[in-house]
């Protein structure tokens, strides 16, 4: 029997999972992927996550105390090294060159974002069910939730011209709802979420829930392809394939009947899928890559002009005149690789790498445990380190934590 201090952390660590189950969720229904300022929304999201990670976490992380205890795991002891040569290094650098104070903030709190599944492990660690999957099942849930409203306030400022995809170009909308991560992931795990339960289908139940889950991921994946991000879309298209394609090999004979339901709504959406093919051949024509490699060309000039500059960047707040904008000085890139060269050098950029590569390491076996949840991150995975700038968002962290405790959890559930 559990004793009363037991029973009292037991409650005290649910009621971290709720706090950010409702971050996640007020997260996607009032806030935006990069919010302009910081308002009641913003406010609401920071002390969920406060109250999930607690103090004692992300202390012992910053200040390198988690090296002295024995439970550390490999990610932790490279995250308690490079996170100081993260963040002090370019934080007085960024300020003896004089950047704007907002600017420096808008750099150093993603970098928080970056650290949030460790910390989030930590604070997360004695819930009920954390071992088993359970937490990374809600909290992939809360963040397709997220996604699944961004995508539906973006419907909602294009006034659900849903007859406008694949013949032209919906508006982005100030927000950049879409940028977020939180998208293209719902777009497939609500999608293969869907179908597991539509094939086999058992009861009614099941049936309804399967085409509510499916037609929300549809829901996604249309806006995707109605704002035309290329990039995004054809990875959602490319994880839907290749998740059908492995239940196909594993699953039980009525799963067959999936290519028969794709082969229908080709039939009736066929029309929107062509036009947004074309539409998308149309942008690659006009726009090419959008300057990427430019943007990494001017990067580089930027920190080759002196060996300072080379080794440390140009600190927190940096600014670069980046030709993927028409040349406008931004404090971002559109790649996470130039990002950490123009604001930490290569010094940072190094440490930001073996951060990544020992956080991919340990999120590794959720290929095989969980390849529903590692299928539907990794379209954003890989759209926020090459190609946009949503490694700087919270929904990338968040995507990160969910990837970290789903490689720590039960093997795929079996129909």
């Avoid at 032209?168 to 998208?183: F, I, K, M, P, T």
């Avoid at 149309?282 to 726009?287: A, C, D, H």
Wanted: aromatic residues 8%; positive net charge.
């Amino acid at each position: 029997m559990a004793t009363r201090g037991e029973r009292r952390g037991g409650a005290g660590t649910a009621l971290r999972l709720a706090a950010l189950v409702a971050a996640i969720v007020v997260y996607g229904v009032a806030s935006a992927p990069a919010p302009a300022s910081i308002g009641p929304a913003e406010l609401a999201v920071g002390l969920g996550l406060l109250a999930a990670a607690g103090v004692r976490a992300p202390l012992w992380l910053g200040t390198g105390y988690l090296l002295r205890g024995p439970g550390a795991t490999p990610a932790e002891i490279v995250a308690c090294l490079c996170l100081p040569l993260l963040l002090w290094l370019p934080l007085v650098r960024g300020s003896l060159m004089g950047w704007q104070p907002t600017d420096i903030v808008r750099d150093v709190v993603p970098l928080g974002f970056l650290f949030l599944p460790l910390v989030l492990r930590r604070g997360l660690a004695g819930v009920a069910g954390a071992g088993t999957g359970a937490v990374a099942d809600l909290l992939a849930a809360a963040l397709a939730a997220a996604g699944l409203a961004f995508a539906a306030r973006w419907w909602a400022h294009a006034a659900f011209g849903f007859a406008a995809v694949g013949d032209r170009a919906l508006a982005e909308g100030d927000l950049y709802l879409l940028n977020s991560a939180a998208v293209p992931f719902a777009a497939v795990w609500l999608i293969l979420q869907g179908l597991r339960r539509l094939f086999p289908a058992r009861g009614t139940g099941p049936v309804v829930l399967g085409l509510a889950l499916g037609g929300a991921g549809l829901l996604c994946t249309g806006a995707l392809a109605g704002a035309v991000h290329r990039a995004a879309l054809g990875l959602v298209l490319g994880a839907l394939a290749l998740g059908v394609a492995l239940r196909l090999r594993t699953a039980p004979g009525d799963w067959r009947l999936v290519p028969v339901a794709g082969a229908l709504l080709l039939a009736v959406f066929g029309w929107a899928a062509l036009g947004a093919l074309s539409l998308v051949a149309e942008k690659t024509g006009e726009v090419g890559w959008n300057n990427r490699a430019a943007e990494a060309g001017a990067v580089l000039r930027q920190i080759g002009r002196s060996l300072p500059a080379f080794l440390l960047g140009d600190g927190w707040g940096a600014l670069v005149a980046s030709p993927a904008v028409g040349n406008w000085r931004v404090s971002f890139t559109h790649n996470a690789a130039s990002y950490f060269l123009v604001k930490t050098g290569v010094l940072g950029f190094v440490a930001a790498t073996g951060y990544l590569a020992a956080l991919l390491v340990e999120s590794w076996p959720a290929l095989r445990r969980r390849a529903d949840i590692a299928l539907a991150a990794l379209p954003s995975l890989a759209v926020a380190l090459f190609l946009h700038t949503s490694y700087k968002y919270l929904c990338f962290g968040l995507l990160c934590t969910v990837l970290l405790l789903a490689s720590a959890g039960r093997d795929d559930p079996k129909d």
